[in-house]
């Protein structure tokens, strides 16, 4: 699903008109993007967590070189759902 088509969705489920959607969506994504370069992480029950983790510096190697370098350490955002989420994916039936 697209974010145009996530638009189309809500618009559909709420009635509410497209420009205030599309509003509330870019909204959104820009305060999980602001939060997450901050190292905050938001939390929305029973849908999971947006956050940032440390990846570890390591040892790379180019094989067709036969070289090695070092790959430094960076932050990169995760996501994490939440219970609920798994369990409703788990059980659903749509393939």
Same mark, same amino acid.
């Given at each position: 699903m697209t974010k145009? @088509?996530? *638009?189309? @969705? *809500? *618009? @559909?489920?709420t009635g509410i008109d497209r420009t205030t959607v599309t509003a509330t969506i870019e909204s959104f994504m820009k305060q999980v993007k602001n939060a997450t370069i901050d190292g905050e992480t938001i939390f929305l029950r029973g849908f999971g967590s947006?956050?940032?983790?440390k990846r570890a510096a390591k040892l790379a190697r180019n094989i067709s070189a036969n070289t090695a370098l070092l790959v430094p350490a960076c932050k990169i955002p995760s996501f994490k759902p939440a219970k609920e989420f798994v369990t409703a994916v788990k059980e659903s039936t749509k393939e």
């Open positions: 145009a @088509e996530l *638009i189309n @969705e *809500i *618009i @559909e489920d947006f956050g940032s983790k």
